[in-house]
């Protein structure tokens, strides 16, 4: 429930990182993912981008959801350390989601949904990390 409700309090930046076959790293500002009821991360591709590429190469992806402080000990956040599950680009998922974009009134999204992404957590860590647990970084 904690996850969840940090994920969904849309007072946060948040990056997704990821990187090709070769290592080469890429970070991107993106939309918010959302945890699934499996307790998935999941979220959205809308262009094919370099993310879109490097998911496909290598399934590591790191979140990163900060609430930027006036000094780093000030930061607020975690790192989500994940690796991608399934890709939908078709199907049952993928098509509820555009249902739910359309719904929400996001045309535009819905109409260019490349893809579903849904990732496994693999470890969480806080963003300001001295080895204290993540819960104590939100």
């Known amino acids: 429930a904690l996850l969840r409700n940090f994920l969904t309090a849309k007072k946060h930046d948040f990056m997704v990182c990821t990187a090709n076959k070769a290592g080469k790293a890429n970070v991107t500002v993106y939309g918010t993912p959302r945890l699934n009821n499996n307790n998935q991360i999941q979220f959205e591709v809308v262009s094919n981008s370099v993310t879109y590429h490097n998911i496909q190469e290598n399934k590591n ?10 000094s ?15 890709i939908y680009t078709q199907g049952t998922v993928y098509e509820t ?33 001295h080895g ?3 819960e104590t970084a939100l």
């Open 61 to 70: 992806i790191v979140f990163m959801v900060v609430v930027p402080g006036n």
């Open 72 to 86: 780093i000990p000030e930061y607020k956040g975690i790192r989500i350390y994940a690796k991608v599950d399934t």
């Open 97 to 129: 989601v555009k249902e739910q974009l359309l719904m929400a009134g996001q045309a535009q999204k819905a109409a260019t949904l490349l893809a579903t992404v849904v990732c496994n957590i693999t470890q969480i860590r806080p963003v300001v990390d």
């Open 132 to 134: 204290q647990p993540w």
